[in-house]
């Protein structure tokens, strides 16, 4: 075996750091960095595009730079591939047939085949009432082939004007999170249950759940993740149709759409409650096991 280089050794420093950073966010002292987290390209689906070379959402071509016309009409061909992806072959086009978005966020941008299809079907949706409300629509960011998709219930503030999902607070702690299991943002899909932000972050309500799931459920089908983690009561209450506590509920594998799903607590609850980190990271090892990458030991 030959020597790690320089870049081996940086990347081991990061990987590190970041597993020490949140394990003193969860007060856990005499951890061993797993030396197993070297292999970085575990948390990717064999043929899928290499996480490093994966440009993140945020740094992608400009906003600015999507005029609306230069934007393809779809065809025949981009619709039957909607429809497939979609589910709903053979079904009629909405009768107020969405136009092109104005502008496109950048984690709108660099999507796989899959993933546009559904994206163009959302186009600039009116189908509930959270449109009205909305500065963008926040589809989803992260790796199209990703082998962990993180689901959350709805965009909050930061959100809403970014076009990006969990990017607040909320999102540099689940940010930490991944970057603790050695994974990184660029790795995972990150989504929502509904597209547009809730006036005030409240809950979504039921014809609002029922107008935009399928979307996400779409979505599943074009990453086919081999898990889901729910962050949050309402993620995991409205993905299970459980009505259960979210705390009884974590730490619990359900499944949803066929795919193994863990629930645990949301970002934005953590940041009020630091005690319950620890039980999230515990949800994460156990996915974290179930993808078969390294789980750090328990500290004593
Ligand atoms: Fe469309 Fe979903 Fe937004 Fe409702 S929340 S307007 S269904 S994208």
């Known amino acids: 075996m030959s020597p790690p280089d320089d870049t081996s050794l940086r990347e081991l420093a990061s990987i590190a ?9 969860l007060g856990l002292t005499g951890l061993d960095v797993p030396a197993t987290l070297l292999r970085r390209g575990a948390p990717t689906r064999p043929g899928a595009q290499p996480a490093a ?12 730079a999507a005029p609306v016309s230069a934007a393809p009409a779809p065809d025949q061909a981009r619709r039957e591939a909607a429809a497939a992806v979609m589910g709903f ?3 009629p086009p909405s009768p107020r047939r969405p136009a092109p978005p104005r502008s496109l966020p950048a984690a709108d941008r660099n999507l796989s085949p899959e993933l546009r299809a559904v994206r163009d079907e ?8 959270l449109h009205k409300g909305r500065t963008h629509l926040v589809f989803g960011v992260g790796n199209p082939q990703a082998r962990l998709m993180f689901v959350g219930e709805g965009p909050g503030r930061d959100e809403d004007l970014q076009g990006e999902p969990f990017v607040g607070a909320a999102g540099q702690l689940l940010d930490r999170m991944i970057k603790a299991m050695g994974l990184s943002r660029a790795e995972v899909y990150i989504g929502n249950i ?8 409240r809950d979504p309500e039921p014809d609002e759940v029922a107008a935009c799931e399928g979307f996400l459920k779409a979505q599943i089908r074009a990453v086919k993740p081999e898990a889901l983690v729910a962050l949050g009561r309402i993620a995991a209450q409205t993905l ?3 009505p259960t506590p979210v705390s009884r509920l974590r730490g619990q594998w359900r499944e949803y759409e066929g795919v193994p799903l863990m629930p645990t607590f949301h970002p934005a609850y ?31």
């Not at 959302?122 to 009432?129: I, N, Q, S, V």
């Open 240 to 242: 299970l149709r459980d």
């Open 17 to 25: 750091r970041a597993v020490l950073a949140f394990q003193g966010e």
């Open 89 to 91: 072959a053979g079904a």
């Open 53 to 64: 070379k994966a440009a993140p959402a945020s740094t992608a071509t400009p906003v600015s």
């Open 194 to 201: 509904v597209k547009c932000r809730p006036p005030q972050n």
């Open 122 to 129: 959302l186009g600039d949706c009116t189908r509930c009432k």
């Open 270 to 300: 953590l940041l009020r409650n630091a005690a319950d980190k620890r039980l999230v990271w515990a949800d994460l090892q156990a996915v974290m096991a179930r993808l078969g990458l390294a789980v750090p030991p328990k500290s004593t």
